[in-house]
């Protein structure tokens, strides 16, 4: 059974400066069409519920009224216990947050990313703080108790100061969740090329890495549980629906660019939004399907689980594979706790403090 559903969204306002995801700030015109696409492309979906829904984007709030009830009505009909819905500052109104409420909606995600006006400025941002903030307190005052606000370190120019205010001010709003990612400079993006021009001035590793154990340890005084490297919850807050990919199980993805894994496949939609909403149209949105092997599916099984701050149950990945993790992984699982990268008890396996800051490299280790 395929317990959750991905919902992609590709439209922004203005796209950020790091974003290398499958979105556009052009594409206005195509939003009702692409819509009418999402919905025909759930009506094939056979599943009748979901345990947990995940909007994303791009910018799911930049939908009008109109598009976004057209939406939340399908969706709602799947009857999530958890239905989270992405949003940025300057894209969420009063209205917008009291339709969300309506059907069902019950976990927002907020992109804040820093506290200071200057350092979102440089990432593109479209809001400032007070606009984070006037969102953030709306979305309280409709009846949302379940808000993840996503920050980011390790920003050109940023300090320590900068990332101890951005912190301690966020844990004093009282959110539920945090998701706390160090800055990638990933191909394609604009950030990429002043990189390449020497025009972007990056934190030192060193420094980096002072911002992540501070975010740990500062976070775990405040009341949150670090359960994934990057992110940290309220007692039983945690994302529902990104466990699904940590622990590798299936789910689905609709909306262009949407990847799916799927009775032991998986697949992706065509990318561009005018091919997507052309394919649907015809009725295939799918433009790569490949068959998980074997191999495959052990691989990933090991490098997301390891992700997860409990690791991987041994017992979990023998009722899986039918076979005990050493007899498939001995020798790497070995040489990795010799190196003091993976630490192991009577029931699991995850990665060492030390690990987590080399995690890349561990995962090296069950790909062949």
Same mark, same amino acid.
């Given at each position: 059974?395929? /317990?959750?559903?991905?919902?992609?969204?590709p439209?922004?306002? @203005?796209?950020?400066?790091?974003?290398?995801? /499958?979105?556009?700030?052009?594409?206005?015109?195509?939003?009702?069409?692409?819509?009418?696409?999402?919905?025909?492309?759930?009506?094939?979906?056979e599943?009748?519920?979901? +345990?947990?829904?995940?909007?994303?984007?791009?910018?799911?709030?930049?939908?009008?009224?109109?598009?976004?009830?057209?939406?939340?009505?399908?969706?709602?009909?799947?009857?999530p216990?958890? =239905?989270?819905?992405?949003?940025?500052?300057?894209?969420?109104?009063?209205?917008k947050?009291?339709?969300?409420?309506?059907?069902?909606?019950?976990?927002?995600s907020?992109?804040?990313?820093?506290?200071?006006?200057?350092?979102?400025?440089?990432?593109?941002?479209?809001?400032?703080?007070?606009?984070?903030?006037?969102?953030? +307190?709306e979305?309280?005052?409709?009846?949302?108790? +379940?808000?993840?606000?996503?920050?980011?370190?390790?920003?050109? *120019?940023?300090?320590?100061?900068?990332?101890?205010?951005?912190?301690k001010?966020?844990?004093?709003?009282?959110?539920?969740?945090?998701?706390?990612?160090?800055?990638?400079?990933?191909?394609?993006?604009?950030? =990429? @090329?002043?990189y390449?021009?020497? #025009?972007?001035?990056?934190?030192?590793?060193?420094?980096d890495?002072?911002?992540?154990?501070?975010?740990?340890?500062?976070?775990? #005084?405040?009341?949150?549980?670090?359960?994934?490297?990057?992110?940290?919850?309220k007692?039983?807050?945690?994302?529902?629906? /990104?466990?699904?990919?940590?622990?590798?199980?299936?789910?689905?993805g609709?909306?262009?660019?949407?990847?799916?894994?799927?009775?032991?496949y998986?697949?992706?939609?065509?990318?561009?939004?005018?091919?997507?909403?052309?394919?649907?149209?015809?009725? /295939?949105?799918?433009?790569?399907?490949v068959?998980?092997?074997?191999?495959?599916?052990?691989?990933?099984?090991m490098?997301?689980?390891?992700?997860?701050?409990?690791?991987?149950?041994?017992?979990?990945?023998?009722?899986?594979?039918?076979?005990d993790?050493?007899?498939?992984?001995?020798?790497?699982?070995?040489?990795?706790?010799?190196l003091?990268?993976?630490?192991?008890?009577?029931?699991y396996?995850?990665?060492?403090?030390?690990?987590? *800051?080399?995690?890349?490299?561990?995962?090296?280790?069950?790909?062949?």
């Amino acid at each position: 059974m395929i /317990n959750s559903l991905y919902v992609h969204i590709p439209f922004c306002i @203005k796209k950020c400066l790091y974003c290398d995801f /499958n979105s556009y700030s052009n594409m206005w015109s195509y939003e009702d069409k692409y819509i009418d696409a999402l919905l025909k492309e759930a009506d094939k979906i056979e599943e009748k519920s979901f +345990n947990t829904i995940f909007v994303g984007g791009g910018t799911p709030t930049t939908l009008s009224l109109y598009n976004l009830e057209r939406l939340l009505k399908k969706l709602s009909k799947y009857s999530p216990k958890e =239905f989270t819905f992405e949003g940025n500052p300057g894209t969420i109104d009063i209205e917008k947050l009291k339709l969300l409420k309506y059907y069902g909606v019950n976990r927002l995600s907020i992109g804040l990313q820093a506290w200071q006006n200057n350092l979102l400025k440089s990432l593109g941002r479209i809001h400032d703080l007070d606009s984070f903030l006037k969102t953030y +307190n709306e979305a309280i005052k409709v009846g949302f108790d +379940n808000i993840n606000i996503d920050l980011m370190f390790a920003i050109p *120019d940023q300090s320590m100061d900068d990332w101890v205010c951005t912190l301690k001010n966020v844990v004093k709003l009282n959110p539920q969740h945090l998701s706390c990612y160090s800055l990638i400079i990933e191909e394609g993006t604009p950030f =990429f @090329k002043l990189y390449n021009e020497n #025009k972007l001035k990056l934190v030192d590793e060193d420094t980096d890495r002072e911002m992540y154990y501070f975010t740990k340890d500062y976070l775990s #005084k405040n009341g949150f549980k670090q359960y994934e490297i990057s992110n940290f919850a309220k007692h039983n807050k945690e994302c529902k629906h /990104n466990i699904t990919y940590w622990m590798d199980e299936e789910y689905i993805g609709i909306g262009a660019g949407a990847h799916s894994y799927c009775k032991g496949y998986r697949y992706n939609n065509y990318l561009n939004v005018p091919e997507y909403i052309d394919a649907t149209q015809k009725g /295939n949105a799918i433009q790569n399907k490949v068959k998980v092997t074997v191999k495959d599916e052990l691989e990933e099984f090991m490098f997301m689980g390891l992700r997860m701050t409990d690791g991987i149950l041994k017992k979990r990945f023998k009722d899986r594979f039918k076979k005990d993790i050493y007899d498939v992984y001995g020798s790497e699982l070995c040489e990795l706790k010799k190196l003091g990268l993976l630490v192991e008890d009577k029931n699991y396996i995850k990665l060492s403090s030390y690990g987590i *800051d080399v995690s890349n490299k561990v995962f090296e280790y069950f790909i062949k």
